[in-house]
T-cell receptor, first 114, second 114 residues
Framework: SQQGEEDPQALSIQEGENATMNCSYK?????LQWYRQNSGRGLVHLILIRSNEREKHSGRLRVTLDTSKKSSSLLITASRAADTASYFC??????????????FGQGTRLTINP | EAGVVQSPRYKIIEKKQPVAFWCNPISGHNTLYWYLQNLGQGPELLIR????????DSQLPKDRFSAERLKGVDSTLKIQPAELGDSAVYLC????????????FGPGTRLTVL
């Protein structure tokens, strides 16, 4: 079963606009990560935000985390055609032996129109 | 640095046939994961290895699925016999820190069971 719920399931915008995707989860987490998956390819790690952080930036990416609401958002500014992909949030949950595992959401399919 | 390598990239088999997938993680990564990804969904963990030990296989359907990671490097995931519902993408990932930070994914094997 998947923990994360992502919203919207699909998003289509014009090149140059900003894209915002949201992720909600149910249990306590160690960190939350965002991954991108291009069609037919593996997942690529984008950014990680820890449970004691509220906001993080990486290039054109901005991630926020609200642990009280159990939610996160990913903002991509000045979108480009190459940003067309599926975006997944993944919550890191502590498991035995001091390790953690990722539980992925269902993803948001982002399409950037030229 | 080479990424996670998986083979084959595509496999088409008839139901009730056996199939095997191979993964070579990034050099030095002690933790290896196998995920199942259905169309339009996020990856779901099947099994996690710490070196050669399977430390989390609770989601692996053990009646037909098996996995091994001999010598704590390469890993093989097997399905015998395959069923129609096994059609999916099988992703392998690895990490260097027991999963506390990012995971690195291979391109996946797309399995079609006819």
């Amino acid at each position: 079963s998947q923990q994360g719920e992502e919203d919207p399931q699909a998003l289509s915008i014009q090149e140059g606009e900003n894209a915002t995707m949201n992720c909600s989860y149910k249990t306590s987490i160690n960190n939350l990560q965002w991954y991108r998956q291009n069609s037919g390819r593996g997942l690529v790690h984008l950014i990680l935000i820890r449970s004691n952080e509220r906001e993080k930036h990486s290039g054109r990416l901005r991630v926020t985390l609200d642990t009280s609401k159990k939610s996160s958002s990913l903002l991509i500014t000045a979108s480009r055609a190459a940003d067309t992909a599926s975006y997944f949030c993944a919550t890191a949950q502590r498991v035995g032996q001091g390790a953690q595992k990722l539980v992925f959401g269902q993803g948001t399919r982002l399409t950037i129109n030229p | 640095e080479a990424g996670v390598v998986q083979s084959p990239r595509y496999k088409i088999i008839e139901k009730k046939q056996p199939v095997a997938f191979w993964c070579n993680p990034i050099s030095g990564h002690n933790t290896l994961y196998w995920y199942l990804q259905n169309l339009g969904q996020g990856p779901e963990l099947l099994i996690r290895y710490e070196n050669e030990e399977a430390v989390d296989d609770s989601q692996l359907p053990k009646d037909r699925f098996s996995a091994e990671r001999l010598k704590g490097v390469d890993s093989t995931l097997k399905i015998q016999p395959a069923e129609l519902g096994d059609s999916a993408v099988y992703l392998c990932a690895s990490s260097s820190d027991r999963g506390y930070n990012e995971q690195f994914f291979g391109p996946g094997t797309r399995l079609t069971v006819l």
